[in-house]
C-alpha cells in the first residue's frame, strides 16, 4: 500500500530555513506528481507547490515563489521542501501528497497524504 | 487567482439527517479537478470526491458531489455520527490548486 512518512517536528526561529522530508513507498516513485500541502492553525489547507519525480520539474504557488524549493532523491523515493526567511506565520503543519489521476474520469486528484510535519517559528 | 468560498460556515444537524455543502468558485473551473476531503480534529484531510462526482476508494455511498461551472456541492443523504467533521472543497485554475476554507457539520 502507499505510504508516505514525513520527517518529524521542527521548531526554528523568524528568519531561519527549514527542510522537511517525505519518503514514499508501495508504488513507482517517478510514476506521480507530489506536492506540498501546509494547514496553519485553524485554516484551511493551502497548496505550495508540486514536483514531477520523473524529471525534477517544479511550479509553485505564487505566494511561495522564491522561498520555497521541492526536490527528490530518486534513489531513496524521497521528496524535500525547504522554505525559507521563516516567520510566525509559516508556523503549521506540512503534508506532502502523492496526486494520482483516472483516466475513465478524466480527472487529477490529491490522493494520499503524509502523516504531516508541525513546524512551530517563534522567537 | 481563483477563490473558492464554502457556505455555510457551520451546519448544525442531527444524525440521520441530509447535508448539502457548497463551494463556490469565483470562475469557471473544470470538473476534472474538482475535489472534496473531509478532516477530522488531528488527522490529515482525506479524499472523498474526484472529478466532481466520483467516490474515492472507501467513500460510502452517502456522500455524492455535483455540479459544473462555478458552482459545486457535495451532499451526505443520512449523516452518520462518523461524518461530524469538517469539510473541504478543491479545485485548480491557472497552474494553482485551492482550497475552500471549509464547512464544519457539528452535531446539533
Known amino acids: 500500500q502507499v505510504q508516505l512518512v514525513q520527517s518529524g517536528a521542527e521548531v526554528k526561529t523568524p528568519g531561519a530555513s527549514v527542510k522537511l522530508s517525505c519518503r514514499a513507498s508501495?508504488?513507482?516513485?517517478?510514476?506521480?506528481?507530489m506536492h506540498w500541502v501546509r494547514q496553519a492553525p485553524g485554516q484551511g489547507p493551502e497548496w505550495m507547490g508540486m514536483?514531477?519525480?520523473?524529471?525534477?520539474?517544479?511550479h509553485y504557488a505564487q505566494r511561495f515563489q522564491g522561498r520555497v524549493t521541492v526536490t527528490r532523491d530518486t534513489s531513496t523515493s524521497t521528496i524535500y521542501m525547504e522554505l525559507t526567511s521563516l516567520r510566525s506565520e509559516d508556523t503549521a503543519v506540512y503534508y506532502c501528497?502523492?496526486?494520482?489521476?483516472?483516466?475513465?474520469?478524466?480527472?487529477?486528484?490529491?490522493?494520499?497524504w503524509g502523516q504531516g510535519t508541525q513546524v512551530t517559528v517563534s522567537s | 487567482e481563483l477563490v473558492l468560498t464554502q457556505s455555510p460556515g457551520t451546519l448544525s444537524l442531527s444524525p440521520g439527517e441530509r447535508a448539502a455543502l457548497s463551494c463556490r468558485a469565483s470562475q469557471s473551473v473544470s470538473r476534472s479537478y474538482a475535489a472534496w476531503f473531509q478532516q477530522k480534529p488531528g488527522q490529515a484531510p482525506r479524499l472523498l470526491i474526484y472529478?466532481?462526482?466520483n467516490r474515492a476508494a472507501g467513500t460510502p455511498d452517502r456522500f455524492s458531489g455535483s455540479g459544473s461551472g462555478t458552482d459545486f456541492t457535495l451532499t451526505i443523504s443520512s449523516l452518520e455520527p462518523e461524518d461530524f467533521a469538517v469539510y473541504y472543497c478543491?479545485?485548480?485554475?491557472?497552474?494553482?490548486?485551492?482550497f475552500g476554507q471549509g464547512t464544519k457539520v457539528e452535531i446539533k
Open positions: 472529478g466532481a462526482s
Open positions: 514536483l514531477n519525480p520523473s524529471g525534477g520539474t517544479t
Open positions: 501528497v502523492r496526486e494520482n489521476h483516472s483516466s475513465w474520469a478524466s480527472a487529477y486528484f490529491f490522493e494520499d
Open positions: 508501495g508504488y513507482p516513485f517517478t510514476d506521480f506528481y
Open positions: 478543491q479545485h485548480y485554475a491557472g497552474s494553482q490548486w485551492t
